[in-house]
């Protein structure tokens, strides 16, 4: 098994910055990709960003320029700093993880979420 636990969330007014964090935590082989996706009331849940363990990354168009998507292996930590933030960008924010675990002597992917933390943008 695996926990993700985020923090960093908050509420900021438009143009602040905040940066969000995720520790991995428990028994595997490797983290593969580790993002964030975000999910506002009454739309579904987006990628925000991805990040693998080569350091290629992937951004969602309307974040691109503003938020940076950066991890530390050695911590098992996955960072989102979030700069320029707008109104739309009020969300919950889920860090996800896919882990290489052994299962059954096998290696496998597992695919495994954080609780959430609210990111609230106030105009």
């Known amino acids: 098994q695996v926990q993700l636990v985020e923090s960093g969330g908050g509420l900021v007014q438009a143009g602040g910055s905040l940066r969000l964090s995720c520790v991995a935590s428990g028994s595997f082989f490797r983290i593969n990709v580790m993002g964030w996706y975000r999910q506002a009331p009454g739309k579904q849940r987006e990628l925000v960003a991805s990040?693998?363990?080569?350091?290629?990354?992937n951004y969602e168009d309307s974040v691109k320029g503003r938020f940076t998507i950066s991890r530390d292996n050695a911590k098992n930590t996955v960072y989102l700093q979030m700069n320029s933030l707008k109104p739309e960008d009020t969300a919950v924010y889920y860090c996800?993880?896919?882990?290489?675990?052994?299962?059954?002597?096998?290696?496998?992917?597992?695919?495994?979420w954080g609780q959430g933390t609210q990111v609230t943008v106030s105009s």
């Open positions: 990040i693998t363990s080569g350091d290629n990354t």
């Open positions: 996800n993880a896919i882990v290489e675990a052994i299962n059954f002597g096998m290696r496998r992917n597992f695919n495994y």
